[in-house]
């Protein structure tokens, strides 16, 4: 069974910053790329960014490009860095694996995680 556990979510003023965590358990993590979503109310779930198994390559949505970034830093753990944020940021965040890379497609994602809400204040 795999297990996708994010944390790091909050409150925070425009402009500010936050660090998204995604624990894995139950798979070898190093053997998946990782993505991370999003998905604000009313909305569909849209890719943010993604990163190869290896964490050589990465791959961002062009909303985030230059704000936020994505990492790994060993097998069993990713990140999501996001700076400069926006209101128009704010939505729950989920982290992903999949053997793919990139994969944008929400609809194909092998596994997620529960999701973690990020709220940015004007």
């Known amino acids: 069974q795999v297990q996708l556990v994010e944390s790091g979510g909050g409150l925070v003023q425009a402009g500010g910053s936050l660090r998204l965590s995604c624990a894995a358990s139950?798979?070898?993590?190093?053997?998946?790329?990782m993505d991370w979503f999003r998905q604000a109310p009313g909305k569909e779930r849209e890719f943010v960014a993604a990163?190869?198994?290896?964490?050589?390559?990465t791959y961002y949505a062009d909303s985030v490009k230059g704000r936020f970034t994505i990492s790994r830093s060993n097998a069993k753990t990713g990140y999501l860095q996001m700076n400069s944020l926006k209101p128009e940021d704010t939505a729950v965040y989920y982290c992903a694996a999949d053997p793919r890379f990139p994969n944008s497609d929400s609809n194909s994602v092998a596994h997620w995680g529960q999701g973690t809400q990020v709220t940015v204040s004007s």
């Open positions: 139950g798979v070898i993590f190093s053997t998946y790329a």
């Open positions: 990163i190869s198994r290896s964490g050589g390559r």
